[in-house]
């Protein structure tokens, strides 16, 4: 009769990683090799771990009546929690896999969820506790109640002349670290959804992904064959920002698998309303959770000066001081600190209506949507 031991060793390693995802919670969890995806800057597993073979994609699912009362307004804080600790749940699950590949004798690396980028000069956190002094000089400048001292007003002209222009250069392209998409889709967790979102058949949309890198020579799952997204559009109807084309398609292809999806107007669209700069653009019988608005115009440009106009915006909220600034020091701090080691009650999602009302079914994504348009509008 076999022992533990041996029958363990029949069991392959990949069989044993995704066990092991799954008992730490893993929803999906899937294996595709790192050469398939190496063809773009932001899924080449290189930069994070030179001569990675393969790549673990794993997903955990967002609870759907969470999501339900965030998209109607209902309920707020549930959502930010919800995602903070799912986020939480990557980082430990991704941790659990390194350490299982590790102690079997490969390198592994387990990448951080969101908010990592290649091309953001991590020394310019050092302007962060410049910003937040700032904010500070600007809100007692605003207070009927208090004075500036004569240090004070000389440190307010100073930092506005140091910060502001900084902010008006904030860079638009940002490259992630890894992009946990891209595996995902390789390893057949899903496919990429009109939107550019990942859907998968079981959650739709509302899954979010981690990867662990290992030198590892892992079997790969296939692809997915069926695309689950139903091509309704209604990520496109939920964006306030205006960042998807409504009738224009472009093609992405990610390993072996060739996606058509919606063209994409400028970044910056996104940036303006998911940011929670402003809580719409688009459509004026709803907003998303954030209470601010333009003040001069009614919509973002629809040329290339919404670049310029969306930079501006942020140096705009600073001088404005309150939560306004306050929204956007948020902004600064997860851009060059990351928002992984934050506790879970500090995300603050203001949008992401696009990949919320995809649904598992179409019926949900009906529902979903009527939500977001009966939701009404957040003011201050
Ligand atoms: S909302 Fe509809 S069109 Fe958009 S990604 Fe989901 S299924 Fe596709
Ligand atoms: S997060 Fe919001 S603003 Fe950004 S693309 Fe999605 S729906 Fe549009």
Redesign the pocket.
Known sequence: MKTINEKTEEISIEEQIKSLARAEGAALVGICSADSIKDKEFSDSNYLLPGAKSVISIGVNMDDEIVRKYLSKEDYLSLCEEEGHLTKDLLRIGEKIKEFLEEKGFKAYRCQVNFNYRNVNTSGKAAIPAIRNLIELINKEKDQTTELTQKDEKSLIFLKKAILPALKNTPMHLVPNFSHRCAAVAAGLGRI???G?V?TEKY??RVLFNSILTEAELKPDPSMENN?????????KSCQGGLFARDESESVKIADVEETIAKRNNYAYCIAICSGMAGQNKFKEWSTWSPFRFDDIERLPLDDSVVDYVKNMFAKAIEKGGKEAENVLRLVENTFLGRNDKPPEDFRPSCGF?QL??GPTMQD?KESYKLIIESGCVNE
Do not use: F, H, R
């Open positions: 959804g009109w939107s979102n859907i739709g949309a689950p997204c139903v091509n309704c559009k209604l990520c496109e696009c009302v995809c994504k």
